[in-house]
């Protein structure tokens, strides 16, 4: 089952604006998202500028989130 998880966001890329709307929507601060992923909230600043490529680490704990937390009305 990690395999198939692992597969998944195998390759998956996200850009700096796909970052800022994901965070957006999901109703989370750049400072709390670096808090979870344990990184300093000044590289995630630099992944939402565009000047650092948003690691798959990160694109793939979004996707769990998505899927974990329900959509705001």
Do not use: C, D, K
């Not at 990160?58 to 996707?63: D, G, N, P, S």
């Amino acid at each position: 089952m990690q395999q198939q998880v692992i597969n998944q966001t195998e390759g998956r890329e996200m850009t700096a604006a796909e970052l800022r709307s994901t965070l957006n929507r999901l109703r989370l601060r750049q400072s709390a998202f670096a808090l979870e992923l344990g990184v300093h909230r000044v590289t995630v600043a630099r992944w939402i500028s565009g000047e650092l490529a948003v690691p798959r680490y990160a694109v793939a704990w979004l996707e769990l989130a998505g899927r974990l937390i329900p959509p705001q009305a």
